[in-house]
């Protein structure tokens, strides 16, 4: 079984552009969490989609959105990018359990990340 | 607010002997725990998960322990090898799906040989 895949890999942009990133999940993983990596911060929470609805949310600013398609692939955008948004941005996709309740403690599959540098 | 630490950074130890990571987490009453591998350049890989109801948890040379009372959890890995090496984040979480899982910043542990 393929896992959570998300490209590119890395990414190198300027202050003030835009950007996408991409993650293919693990099929069958209707959720899809984000999540914003550095030395100094650790693993921070951005959004969690399940079946194209985003059902929670970090406390990030508006420039860092997403949606979930379908298929379930997800991507994230971050618009007006700042030195500051350099980081590791990492996709986790988990399988929902059949009980509602159930759904939250599956173990979360991590992709390898998008190393994104802003000069 | 809702805060969860690992004791140390780094944890440097000899290899054959037991490593003890701790977890420790205030203003947050966890469903469950888990704990995860992060090699450098790649993402977390999940090890183990424990129930807020469950004491101890085992896998292999995993072991984790869970006290609600103390707020605390502890990660052992027994007969240390240097493929042990890597960083261990420990996450929360909720009850509801509604809520987010937390990690925390990780401990980065080294075996030498």
């Known amino acids: 079984k393929a896992g959570v895949t998300q490209t590119p890999r890395y990414l190198i942009k300027t202050r003030g552009q835009q950007v996408t990133l991409s993650c293919s999940p693990i099929?069958?993983?209707?959720?899809v969490s984000w999540y914003q990596q550095t030395p100094g911060q650790g693993l921070q929470f951005l959004f969690e989609?399940?079946?194209?609805?985003?059902?929670n949310k970090g406390n990030f600013p508006g420039r860092f959105s997403g949606r979930q398609f379908s298929n379930s692939r997800s991507e994230m955008n971050v618009s007006t990018l700042e030195l500051g948004d350099s980081a590791l941005y990492l996709c986790?996709?988990?399988?929902?359990?059949?009980?509602?309740?159930?759904?939250?403690?599956?173990?979360?599959?991590f992709g390898d990340g998008t190393r994104l540098s802003i000069l | 607010s809702q805060k969860i630490e690992q004791n140390s950074e780094a944890l440097n130890i000899q290899e054959g002997k037991t490593a003890t990571l701790t977890c420790n987490y205030t203003n947050y009453s966890p469903a469950y725990l888990q704990w995860y591998r992060q090699d450098p350049g790649r993402g977390p890989v999940f090890l183990l998960l424990?129930?807020?109801?469950?004491k101890e948890k085992r896998k292999e040379r995993l072991k984790v322990t869970f006290d609600t009372t103390l707020k605390q959890s502890l990660f052992h890995i027994t007969a240390s090898q240097p493929a042990d090496s890597a960083t261990y984040l420990c996450a929360l979480g909720p009850y509801s799906s509604a809520s987010k899982i937390i990690f925390g910043s990780g401990t980065r542990l080294s075996i030498r040989p």
């Open positions: 099929s069958g993983h209707r959720s």
């Open positions: 986790a996709s988990s399988f929902p359990g059949r009980r509602r309740l159930s759904r939250s403690n599956q173990p979360q599959h």
């Open positions: 424990i129930r807020e109801n469950e």
């Open positions: 989609y399940f079946s194209e609805t985003q059902r």
